[in-house]
């Protein structure tokens, strides 16, 4: 393995900026598990793989996974750091001694992904990275179709979104796309348009049924459905609100949906619950 370079490292540090992400085409993946996800799901193109020399140890509980990293990327891609400059190049304190520097996907056409069949998340300014991060694990997990991500929402190629995802990026054909455009398309191809909302007006995800072409959209944390969507759900067929119910809640109506001390649900774990019923169930 040859040293890494200050001037290469310099351009790899640089990739924590989503400007220098978008304008190299690189992203970074940081941690031995989410290193190894994506090198076992070989999807992206690992253009770097850097490892902290002083993680090279006789005995270490790691050793053995790291080895295999090593028999999996060829030796002209294989790097080493000292701590400190290894540290540096990470998002995160507890770096486990491995990262990577992967060429990201190249987006699809809004046609491409709506020649498909399944589930599609939509996401619409959710701002958390760990959030998206999850969304994202979670909708590959239950075997969606696609991601489509709104202007305003975090970076998907942001460490900390990376590092949510636990190697799942890059799996799902991607693009970004203002989501009332992407809604009316979808909708002439026969999709079905299910918008996550805690609304009084939201009918319940127990009433949802798969239907082969359906698409989930989460909203923004703090501000919920944008005023265009939600009003894009009240005028079109085929498109509604759904909410996920509190525990003994389902029957609830529209005048008391909340748990007792639980102001809202977290929108990664009711992404989460809509793809298991629509994508769980369909599969």
Known sequence: MNPLSKNRAKQIKALKK???RYEKGLFLIEGLRS??????????????????????????????????????VPDHKLLTAGSGL????????????VMAV????????ISDLLEKK???????????????????RS??????????????????????????TTGATGVLPWLESDLVD???????????????????????????SPGGMDIIAASNEAGGVS???????????????????????????AQNIKAPGVESLNVAVATGILLSKLAGECA
Request: net charge negative.
């Open 102 to 109: 992967a060429k990201m996907p190249d987006p699809v056409y």
């Open 35 to 72: 290193v190894m996800q994506v090198i076992q799901n070989d999807i992206l193109e690992i253009q770097y793989l850097i490892f902290d020399e002083n993680t090279k140890r006789n005995g270490h509980p790691d050793d053995e996974a790291r080895n295999l990293l090593r028999s999996e």
């Open 227 to 253: 005023p265009e969507v939600s009003a894009y759900a009240d005028r079109e067929q085929g498109c509604g609100k759904v909410r996920i119910d509190a525990h003994g809640r389902s029957d609830a109506g």
């Open 86 to 97: 290894f540290k540096e190049l990470c998002d995160t304190e507890n770096t486990q001694g």
């Open 182 to 208: 992407f809604f009316d398309a979808a909708l002439q191809k026969g999709w079905k348009v299910h918008i996550l909302d805690g609304g009084k007006d939201a009918r319940s995800w127990k009433q949802v």
């Open 139 to 164: 909708a590959v997990w239950f075997g969606a179709a696609g991601l489509v991500l709104a202007p305003g929402t975090v970076d998907q190629f942001h460490p900390k979104v990376v590092r949510g």
């Open 18 to 20: 989503r400007s220098e």
């Open 118 to 136: 399944g589930v599609l998340l939509a996401v619409d300014r959710v701002q958390d990275p760990g959030n998206l991060g999850t969304m994202i």
